[in-house]
Antibody, heavy 118, light 106 residues
Framework: QVQLQESGPGLVKPSETLSLTCTVS????????WSWIRQPAGKGLEWIGRIYTSGSTNYNPSLKSRVTMSVDTSKNQFSLKLSSVTAADTAVYYCAGSFTSSTNFDYWGQGTLVTVSS | SYELTQPPSVSVSPGQTASITCSGDKLGDKYACWYRQKPGQSPVLVIYQDSKRPSGIPERFSGSNSGNTATLTISGTQAMDEAAYYCQAWDSSTVVFGGGTKLTVL
């Protein structure tokens, strides 16, 4: 059973860069798509972007200028960096993996709350 | 940008059939999938590629997608099905989620 676990700071100051890592266990990270999705408290889901294990990426156009994703197959990890954060970036951040199809998310991490505040 | 529209809430009596719709321009030309999210938990995939069920998802969950509307149907709804449900599709290499529907089992 594939499991995903997010890690990173729970508090980030405004204008700084949010950095999160997702560790995949129970299976290889190779040859699949991996995404980041966020959810502000009491609101819906917002896709941030995805990365394939080759390193190719797709980003949400509304966040593209601030997002960078990377993958480390040797550590079975992939990462998210979101720059110039504001309070509007406060949310639960999920990592997710696409296995049955590249168009849906089969496995999700438990989510990690990131608060942007000084 | 592409948008998916869901009703904010749907109510159903236990044992009855619940239908949750998701509307988008020519949605039937794309694959739609559905997630269930209970409070404090991560979303769970319940339908993918319009009508396929992942392993472990009960047969009472089914899906369809045609024209501009995808529909999630829960037959014989149980109290445990009370949750928020989100539809999702791809458009122009971008993931789009619907706003979510709160299913209440009265």
């Amino acid at each position: 059973q594939v499991q995903l676990q997010e890690s990173g700071p729970g508090l980030v100051k405004p204008s700084e860069t949010l950095s999160l890592t997702c560790t995949v266990s129970g299976g290889s990270i190779s040859s699949f798509y991996w995404s980041w999705i966020r959810q502000p408290a009491g609101k819906g889901l917002e896709w941030i972007g995805r990365i394939y294990t080759s390193g190719s990426t797709n980003y949400n156009p509304s966040l593209k200028s601030r997002v960078t994703m990377s993958v480390d197959t040797s550590k079975n990890q992939f990462s998210l960096k979101l720059s110039s954060v504001t309070a509007a970036d406060t949310a639960v951040y999920y990592c997710a993996g696409s296995f049955t199809s590249s168009t849906n998310f089969d496995y999700w991490g438990q989510g990690t709350l990131v608060t942007v505040s000084s | 940008s592409y948008e998916l529209t869901q009703p904010p809430s749907v109510s159903v009596s236990p044992g009855q059939t619940a239908s949750i719709t998701c509307s988008g321009d020519k949605l039937g030309d794309k694959y739609a999938c559905w997630y269930r999210q209970k409070p404090g938990q991560s979303p769970v995939l319940v339908i993918y590629q319009d009508s396929k069920r992942p392993s472990g998802i009960p047969e009472r969950f089914s899906g369809s997608n045609s024209g501009n509307t995808a529909t999630l149907t829960i037959s014989g709804t149980q109290a445990m099905d009370e949750a928020a449900y989100y539809c999702q599709a791809w458009d122009s290499s971008t993931v789009v989620f619907g706003g979510g529907t709160k299913l209440t089992v009265l």
